[in-house]
C-alpha cells in the first residue's frame, strides 16, 4: 500500500538544526518503510551537509515561497534578512537534484503578494510542481474571536485567486488548490 508522510511547521528545521528532522525521517523510511516522505520548508535553515546526512530518505523537499520581493516576504512574515530567496532556493534545487530529491515549491495567495508575476522566477527555478493555494481561513483556527492566529488580512477571494492562476497559465509545473479543493483534502496531525 502507498502511504506518504509530510513533515511541516513552523521551520522543520529548527529542532538541532535538522538533525531532529533528519532523524525521523530516516525512520519513516528504514523502519516504517513509507512510500513518499515529503519535508515542507521555508529554506532558510538547509545546507547542503544535511543532505549528505539525510537525503537518501526524503523524496520530495517543497519550499514554501510567497514572494520573490523581500519586501513583501517582510510583510508576510517570511522575511529572509540579507539572504536572497532565489539563490537560496537555487541551492536547494541543485542539492535536490544531486541527491535524487524531488524539488516543489509552494506559494500562498493572499493580499500581499495577489498582483505578482513570479513567472521568470518559478520557470527559472524549475520546480517538478509549483503547488499555488488560496489563503484558507478555519475558523478557530487562524479566524474568528477563538482564533490561535488571525489570517483574515491574508485571505484573497475565489476571484483574485483565479486572476494569480491565470497570470501564471503558461507555468507548466502549476498545480492549483483553491479553498474548495483543499479543505477535505488534508488531515493534519499535532505531535499527540
Same mark, same amino acid.
Given at each position: 500500500?502507498?502511504?506518504?508522510?509530510?513533515?511541516?511547521?513552523?521551520?522543520?528545521?529548527?529542532?538541532?538544526?535538522?538533525?531532529? *528532522?533528519?532523524? @525521523?525521517?530516516?525512520? #519513516?523510511? $528504514?523502519?516504517?518503510? !513509507?512510500?513518499?516522505?515529503?519535508? /515542507?520548508? +521555508?529554506?532558510?535553515?538547509?545546507?547542503?551537509?544535511?543532505?549528505?546526512?539525510?537525503?537518501?530518505?526524503?523524496?520530495?523537499?517543497?519550499?514554501?515561497?510567497?514572494?520573490?520581493?523581500?519586501?513583501?516576504?517582510?510583510?508576510?512574515?517570511?522575511?529572509?534578512?540579507?539572504?536572497?530567496?532565489?539563490?537560496? *532556493?537555487?541551492? @536547494?534545487?541543485?542539492? #535536490?537534484? $544531486?541527491?535524487?530529491? !524531488?524539488?516543489?515549491?509552494?506559494? /500562498?495567495? +493572499?493580499?500581499?503578494?495577489?498582483?505578482?508575476?513570479?513567472?521568470?522566477?518559478?520557470?527559472?527555478?524549475?520546480?517538478?510542481?509549483?503547488?499555488?493555494?488560496?489563503?484558507?481561513?478555519?475558523?478557530?483556527?487562524?479566524?474568528?474571536?477563538?482564533?490561535?492566529?488571525?489570517?483574515?488580512?491574508?485571505?484573497?477571494?475565489?476571484? @483574485?485567486?483565479?486572476?494569480?492562476?491565470?497570470?501564471?497559465?503558461?507555468?507548466?509545473?502549476?498545480?492549483?488548490?483553491?479553498?474548495?479543493?483543499?479543505?477535505?483534502?488534508?488531515?493534519?496531525?499535532?505531535?499527540?
Amino acid at each position: 500500500a502507498w502511504k506518504k508522510i509530510n513533515f511541516s511547521g513552523g521551520e522543520p528545521f529548527l529542532p538541532e538544526r535538522g538533525r531532529h *528532522l533528519g532523524e @525521523i525521517i530516516k525512520y #519513516c523510511k $528504514k523502519e516504517l518503510r !513509507l512510500s513518499s516522505v515529503t519535508v /515542507v520548508s +521555508n529554506g532558510s535553515l538547509i545546507r547542503e551537509n544535511w543532505f549528505q546526512k539525510y537525503g537518501e530518505y526524503v523524496d520530495i523537499m517543497a519550499i514554501s515561497c510567497d514572494s520573490f520581493n523581500e519586501d513583501t516576504n517582510k510583510v508576510i512574515g517570511r522575511g529572509q534578512g540579507n539572504k536572497n530567496h532565489v539563490e537560496q *532556493l537555487l541551492k @536547494i534545487r541543485d542539492w #535536490c537534484t $544531486k541527491y535524487s530529491i !524531488l524539488f516543489k515549491i509552494n506559494t /500562498v495567495v +493572499n493580499t500581499y503578494n495577489q498582483d505578482e508575476d513570479m513567472t521568470w522566477e518559478i520557470n527559472t527555478l524549475a520546480p517538478i510542481r509549483w503547488k499555488v493555494f488560496q489563503c484558507l481561513l478555519l475558523e478557530g483556527e487562524n479566524a474568528g474571536p477563538d482564533a490561535l492566529r488571525n489570517a483574515e488580512r491574508f485571505y484573497v477571494s475565489e476571484e @483574485i485567486f483565479n486572476e494569480f492562476l491565470d497570470r501564471h497559465k503558461d507555468v507548466k509545473s502549476l498545480v492549483p488548490e483553491s479553498n474548495t479543493k483543499m479543505q477535505n483534502s488534508y488531515l493534519i496531525l499535532d505531535e499527540y
